[in-house]
């Protein structure tokens, strides 16, 4: 804080910044004094915030400084961009006229796999886990410096904790670095990386960006990276200096993900990259950002509307939204006009001003669109921090129980004021920590890129590894094509399950999955229990449904989509959960100040309280309505959804019957078991019996499948 103000009082020649930090710069009453001498501004990795709030927040603010220096230069830098011309936009006020500037290409980074000496042909996921861990030592015996990706953190334990098991010689050269670890650690691990002392660094995203470290010489992927611009982002890491060349190495968790780098590697070879779609219309964004502009010299409603209107975000900003907007912050609404801590703008001489220092001060402390999890500290009962775990994490663990963080095992020894305080653990029995946010949905581009190639897996060597897997689904039913619906009927074990293969990715295959289901038993009460995967999801039930072409056709129609999805969730409870996260960005719940933070089941009760008020007494708030806009949006990706059953109406329906589960419906029924209880055996037990059972059916000439054609 002391070399943040003394950054106001004395502006350096280049401030490196975010955007949570440029907005509260222009909270103040001197930020036009603050930004006279602004030349230009440089917005890094512009497509990590094109996509979401932060974004939004930018443009905001962007729009403000070009209000305050017309003639300001905004440039912006990406390297995994497709939709250029949409990027170009948001920086730029609508109707400037902007230039893309591109280099030259660079050669396409050198994608290989560890591919595991023996395949299954019944893969379920994490089953290969740290089994290929003789391969990845080997890769490590080679002199320089490895960034070993992961895509979550509690996966980025396992593997630190397993290298340093392995080759306990190596303790001192391999580091660990995520985002919940405590700064100094992260710092350290970095300079490591500076100085080329490092042999490996197990990282998540926290150094996918904006740390460019000539001394990295190979980069691993540990599990699928779900996306082409994240590969390509991650496998740009090394190579990083003039004339050098990128290179990945892939550690698949499961076969099939042996599928998804195969497909990631065509899709480079073609230049293919997702795009990143500015969100329009986030209110609560819009309040947030007026009153931090009425704190900063306060504003004239007519001029700032023109100024909000110059952005992508807002373009399309109507007068009554605008007007909702005023009210609500000087108002708080219909519904909240009584409370005097929702009026925090008032209005002088036609102008809007924040004159409470109490609501100033609150605003200032909860700038910004992150929101997440309440963080718990994690100390050392004798003193010292080792980083931060989410609430909801430590609320399930009592005392005594042992759980891996930082490379360490601890135990914990209590809570106390949003500190969970440990001590070093013993051997035993121990969790992993977790944090919400792990699940990785696979991108439209790289899913239909896996489906092209289960037409010819041949084409790539990580599909020739494949070749028993795919026998197998071939003897036994149908390789899932491009033009084909495949709709696997199989009993197991007294239950009735059906796996039908979209190729839509983890979150549109889960409404998918909800919807067919209604459908389905709507007309026939039925219970059905649910699995997904980013290719296909299972629909299980202890009765037979009937299934036949026209009654699937008409379950997978896009008519009533909306509708029907309304009314097979519980979209109100749905809303409610995403109501949290914009009341929080629209100031109407505050989080509490530095160190002394409300409890996650505090901000829920308020936020709930005040959706429950909202709802009854201002039905047409427009922060209700954006809470259920979120929920179809993101949630349940209501537009790839829509996307892939129009397209699904176009593609042939194949049934059929497979004598046992395929390889294609084994990890599905096997993510269902493992979420399952089981009284006398872990679901992995149960699985590993299954496998055991497949195989051996597997060995003869495969069955041919029934077909219901």
């Known amino acids: 804080s002391a070399r943040r103000a003394r950054q106001r009082r004395n502006p350096p020649d280049a401030l490196i910044t975010t955007p949570e930090s440029l907005s509260l710069l222009l909270s103040y009453a001197d930020a036009d004094q603050y930004f006279r001498s602004l030349d230009a501004v440089i917005v890094d990795e512009w497509h990590e915030l094109l996509g979401n709030k932060r974004g939004v927040q930018l443009q905001l603010c962007l729009s403000r400084l070009r209000r305050l220096r ?35 290409a660079r050669k396409p980074a050198a994608i290989r796999s560890l591919v595991p000496e023996r395949v299954d042909a019944f893969p379920w996921s994490g089953h290969l886990g740290v089994r290929l861990l003789p391969q990845v030592i080997d890769a490590l015996e080679e002199p320089g410096t490895t960034l070993m990706f992961t895509n979550t953190r509690s996966q980025c334990e396992l593997w630190f904790e397993a290298l340093n098991r392995e080759r306990p010689d190596w303790i001192g050269q391999i580091a660990l670095h995520h985002g919940a670890l405590d700064r100094e650690h992260r710092a350290a691990v970095e300079e490591m990386l500076r100085r080329g002392t490092a042999r490996c660094v197990v990282c998540t995203s926290s150094l996918d960006l904006g740390v460019d470290f000539p001394a990295v010489d190979r980069v691993m992927q540990v599990g699928s990276p779900k996306g082409i ?15 050098g060349r990128s290179s990945i190495t892939f550690v698949p968790t499961h076969a099939l993900e042996l ?4 497909a990631a590697r065509a899709l480079q070879a073609t230049g293919s990259v997702e795009a990143r779609r ?48 005023l009210d609500f912050i000087t108002r708080g609404g219909q519904a909240l006009k009584g409370y005097p801590q929702y009026r925090r703008v008032v209005m002088d001489n036609g102008v809007y001003r924040v004159a409470d220092r109490t609501i100033a001060m609150r605003h200032r402390m909860n700038i910004g669109t992150i929101v997440s999890d309440d963080m718990m500290r994690l100390a050392w009962r004798s003193g010292g921090t080792l980083g931060y775990v989410e609430e909801s994490f430590i609320s399930r663990l009592k005392k005594n129980d042992r759980f891996l963080f930082a490379g360490r095992l601890v135990t914990l020894v209590e809570t106390r004021d949003m500190t969970a305080y440990v001590k070093q653990g013993k051997p035993g029995r121990r969790v992993v920590a977790r944090w919400q946010g792990s699940k990785m949905p696979l991108s439209s581009e790289l899913a239909d890129s896996v489906l092209d190639l289960c037409r010819d897996p041949t084409r790539q060597p990580e599909g020739r590894s494949l070749a028993p897997l795919f026998a197998i689904q071939s003897a036994w039913s149908t390789v899932p094509r491009p033009d084909t619906l495949l709709v696997e009927s199989i009993s197991v074990r007294n239950t009735c399950s059906r ?5 839509g990715g983890w979150v549109a295959n889960e409404g998918l999955a909800t919807l067919l289901a209604f459908r389905l038993t709507r007309d026939r009460p039925a219970t059905m229990r649910i699995a997904v995967n980013d290719y296909g999801l299972e629909l299980a039930s202890d009765e037979p449904v009937e299934l036949d072409h026209d009654a699937l056709r008409q379950a ?13 969730l519980n979209s109100a409870e749905l809303a409610r959960r995403q109501f949290r996260e914009i009341a929080r960005i629209a100031g ?25 008020v909202l709802a009854e007494y201002d039905s047409d708030n427009r922060l209700l309505q954006q809470a259920h806009d979120e929920v ?26 497979p004598p046992a589960l395929t390889p294609f419906a084994f990890p599905l029924w096997a993510s269902r078991v493992q979420s399952q209880t089981l009284s006398t055996e872990s679901g992995s037990q149960r699985i590993a019996r299954m496998v055991a059972r497949l195989e051996q059916r597997a060995r003869p000439l495969p069955m041919p499948a029934r077909s219901l054609c």
């Open 556 to 568: 997978l129609s896009p008519d009533n989509l909306l509708t029907d999805l309304l009314d097979c």
């Open 499 to 503: 796996f039908v293969y979209p190729f």
């Open 229 to 243: 611009a994240r590969l390509i982002q991650r496998a740009g890491r090394s190579g990083h200096q003039p004339g």
């Open 259 to 262: 599928l998804e780098i195969a």
């Open 632 to 657: 179809l949006e993101r949630s349940l990706d209501y537009r790839r959804l829509h996307e892939l059953m129009s397209a699904l109406t176009g593609r042939e329906v194949v049934l059929r019957q």
């Open 278 to 325: 500015s969100p329009r219309l986030c209110l609560d964004v819009l309040v947030q950002h007026l009153v931090t502009l009425a704190l900063g010299g306060g504003f004239e409603a007519d001029t700032t509307l023109q100024e909000v209107r110059n952005t992508l975000a807002f373009a399309e900003l109507g007068e009554p939204d605008w007007r909702w907007a």
């Open 588 to 612: 109407l719940v505050f989080q509490g100040f530095p160190g002394k933070r409300k409890a996650t089941r505090q901000v829920q009760a308020s936020s709930g309280l005040l959706f429950d």
């Open 70 to 104: 017309p003639a300001l230069q905004v440039w912006g830098l990406s390297a995994t961009l497709d939709n250029l011309e949409e990027a170009l936009a948001a920086l730029l006020a609508p109707g400037e006229e902007g230039v893309l500037v591109s280099g030259p």
